[in-house]
């Protein structure tokens, strides 16, 4: 819906609710609407409505859930609200709020508060998490610091915890552990360190503790719910352990860009559900182990900028979950039936650190291995992966051919195998591919004509072809051997009647040369033996 909210809904006086959000609605937030004595629920969150800050409202409802998300707020949070004794939900996220978190907030009952995306600073008031009622609290994407306060575990009601890119720090209080009816806890984009406590107890599905200062040994005391675990960006180191298996029901490993050592175990296998794995960027070493393939729901690896080595397991074309595109996306907001935005999933797309939105995540299906020691040659039987939508194994040693199964690769939009060994031509069923964007062959010892037709005539990038030892074709500008012209031969220029005369007398000469010889060479042989000459006297 588009234009202003109209002023005819003034007239509804027995109005309870009113939703009007995710719409076009433009405008100033009328005030009459809090004139409305029965009105109990407003939502006018996710329009291109703007709020006066200028007016001192008074409202004349008693609102039980208001919501004024993206509204253009700015200023303090309005004190207004402290008057509305009922009120059990708040959302004012997206705006562009400062200050403090007020006292007389943290001394509402409210069951949920959602100030996420704005401007507030300094630290939470400890007497927030002594309310029995709260439920949800999500403050990310603020200017939050201090410590969190030693009494968070008081509010055990919270299911929902979301303190994201804030600064705080100090270390995560034991009394957290505490709180057993959460399920979502995400404290990422922080400066937090130390011992991460004990979190078995709770119902913690979902967990993000990723790019703080965490350090020592990868932690596993969390809850066998736990479905998503985020510890990337920070200073974990050792191996990893055994006891991850314990976590029966894990979908979703992210340990990206921290200090692991040793090989990737097998026992990684016996997490039967884990569809995404992400180890980028950590020392680890060995081969890739071959019981990896019985991950059925695997549909994102990411092990780049490692110390593996060995070949690529020939296995890696039986991933179920990279031949096939589920039909249907649930996302972890499905999930948890909670409408928040969760952090993406940062990975290298196409030359660079993109995000997967966690609302599209299950859509995606890549495998990266680029940034190690593998050798060998490439596995026919990646050509099965039809799911896959990014296959990169550049900065490797790779040996061999580009296997001419990979033109069955329907899904892929980037294929990187740059700066490897690979000989041989460039397979023309690669013309085949249709979602292909990015095509990146730089730095082997490729020779031959390049596919044409297709997505490949647009793969022009002349850096993508760079340092082969004789590639050719429209896409860099240079003409195959096979498709120059055969030359015409010239017609012989006219010769003058001296040129001929001089041949017919050369010809005479010679003739009659031959036949002088012939015929003196016979006659000489007919003479009479030569006798001495005897004089007489």
């Known amino acids: 819906m588009t234009g202003e909210i109209p002023s005819s809904i003034k007239k509804l006086s027995k109005l309870k609710v009113l939703r009007l959000q995710d719409n076009l609605l433009t405008r100033g937030i009328p005030s009459w609407l809090f004139d409305i004595r029965s009105l109990q629920e407003l939502f006018l969150g996710g329009n291109n409505l703007t709020w006066d800050n200028s007016v001192e409202l008074v409202p004349k409802c008693i609102l039980s859930q208001l919501s004024l998300k993206s509204c253009r707020l700015s200023g303090r949070i309005p004190e207004w609200i402290s008057r509305q004794k009922t009120l059990n939900v708040l959302d004012l996220s997206e705006n562009m709020l400062q200050g403090t978190f007020p006292q007389w907030l943290a001394e509402i009952e409210l069951s949920a508060i959602d100030l996420s995306g704005n401007e507030l600073s300094g630290s939470l008031p400890p007497r ?10 999500a403050l990310s994407r603020n200017n939050f610091s201090g410590e969190l306060p030693d009494n968070i575990g008081n509010a055990n009601g919270i299911i929902v915890f979301m303190l994201s890119a804030n600064n705080f720090s100090g270390q995560i209080p034991e009394s957290i552990s505490e709180i057993y009816r959460l399920i979502l806890l995400d404290l990422s984009g922080n400066r937090l360190s130390g011992k991460i406590p004990d979190l078995g107890n709770a119902l913690l599905a979902y967990i993000d503790f990723s790019s703080n200062e965490f350090s020592g ?4 005391t969390f809850s066998e719910e736990t479905m998503i675990l985020s510890l990337g960006n920070n200073n974990f180191s050792g191996k990893l352990p055994k006891n991850l298996t314990n976590l029966s029901k894990l979908q979703h490993l992210d340990l990206h860009d921290n200090k692991i050592t040793g090989e990737l175990p097998t026992f990684l296998s016996q997490l039967s559900s884990l569809e995404v794995l992400n180890l980028r960027n950590n020392s680890l070493e060995g081969s890739i182990p071959h019981t990896i393939v019985n991950l059925t729901s695997l549909r994102i690896v990411d092990v780049s900028n490692n110390n593996l080595n060995g070949e690529i397991p020939v296995k890696f074309g039986n991933l179920v979950g990279m031949i096939e595109t589920p039909n249907t996306i649930i996302s972890v907001e499905d999930m948890f039936s909670i409408p928040f935005e ?15 939105s966690s609302r599209s995540l299950d859509i995606y299906s890549l495998l990266d291995l680029s940034k190690n020691q593998l050798s060998g040659e490439i596995p026919a039987s990646l050509g099965h992966l039809k799911g896959l939508k990014l296959l990169n194994i550049s900065y490797n040693q790779i040996s061999g051919k580009i296997p001419e199964s990979f033109g069955d690769l329907e899904s892929v939009e980037s294929l990187d195998l740059s700066h490897n060994r690979l000989s041989g031509s460039i397979p023309q069923t690669l013309s085949k591919l249709q979602e292909l964007t990015t095509f990146d062959v730089s730095n082997n010892h490729l020779e031959g004509q390049i596919p ?76 009479p033996p030569h006798r001495p000459c005897i004089r007489r006297r």
């Open 452 to 527: 044409a037709g297709g997505q490949m005539d647009t793969m022009n990038d002349l850096n993508y072809y760079a340092n082969n030892s004789g590639l050719c074709g429209m896409q860099i500008k240079v003409v195959c051997p096979t498709e120059q012209p055969p030359a015409v031969a010239e017609p012989p220029e006219e010769e003058g009647w001296f040129s001929w005369a001089a041949v017919g007398i050369g010809y005479s000469v010679c003739l009659l040369a031959s036949v002088a010889i012939i015929f003196f060479s016979g006659f000489i042989r007919k003479l």
């Open 217 to 220: 040994e990868v932690p596993v």
């Open 128 to 137: 927030l998490f002594e309310s029995q009622s709260l439920s949800v609290l």
């Open 342 to 356: 969760f952090n993406d999933l940062i990975v290298n797309w196409k030359k660079s650190k993109r995000g997967l």
